[in-house]
């Protein structure tokens, strides 16, 4: 699974991301036919808070993110 935030339409955002490399490099492909929007938020930082919380809760993502140390465990 990949959380991220994003103003562009899902298929554009997945095309310029990691999913791409993670697709070249790995030859795995995702299901992109339902995917999951996990929160919406119009606020920047609370956005990413969102998106830090998200990626700690999910143990099997791609992202690459380093961010997430910063977040509190107790969310």
Known sequence: SWVGQTKR???TR???SVIS???VEFNHD???SLP???HNEKHAKKREVAEMF??????NTINL???TENLNNIY
Request: proline share 0%.
């Open 9 to 11: 339409h899902v298929s």
């Open 65 to 67: 993110q380093k961010d």
């Open 21 to 23: 490399k993670h697709k």
């Open 14 to 16: 997945v095309y310029f």
């Open 36 to 38: 999951v929007i996990l």
């Open 54 to 59: 998200f990626i700690k809760k999910f143990d």
């Open 30 to 32: 995702f299901d992109w």
